[in-house]
């Protein structure tokens, strides 16, 4: 199982990031896939899952109409689009997987800081 995250980057307040979680070494259309974040300090949050079908979602509170979750089940990625961010959003973001019998896997993450 690989999840590799890319896409982070530095953004003033009210910009946009489009991650993207790129996914190998399982069935990705069978596994509903997730994005959390960690920020310094803090413990690692759910931030947004999306099911196996890619039609139904999930978002934290502090991210809804905000963050965009989608999936690729053809290109086995998950992306995540982020518009209107602010400081509170500067944190580590890594896609994640639960597997059956498996457990679940992390990506190494990617930094999203948000600064003027």
């Known amino acids: 199982v690989q999840l590799v995250d890319s896409g982070g980057g530095l953004v003033q307040p009210g910009g946009s990031l489009r991650l993207s979680c790129a996914a190998s070494?399982?069935?990705?259309?069978?596994?509903?896939m997730s994005w959390y974040r960690q920020a310094p300090g803090k413990e690692r949050e759910t931030v947004a899952t999306?099911?196996?079908?890619?039609?139904?979602?999930y978002y934290a509170d502090s991210v809804k109409g905000r963050f965009t979750i989608s999936r690729d089940n053809a290109k086995n990625t998950v992306d995540l689009q982020m518009n209107d961010l602010n400081t509170e959003d500067t944190a580590v973001y890594y896609c994640?997987?639960?597997?059956?019998?498996?457990?679940?896997?992390w990506g190494q993450g990617t930094q999203v800081t948000v600064s003027s």
């Open positions: 994640t997987v639960v597997l059956v019998r498996l457990g679940r896997y």
């Open positions: 070494g399982f069935t990705f259309s069978s596994a509903a």
């Open positions: 999306i099911n196996s079908a890619g039609d139904r979602t």
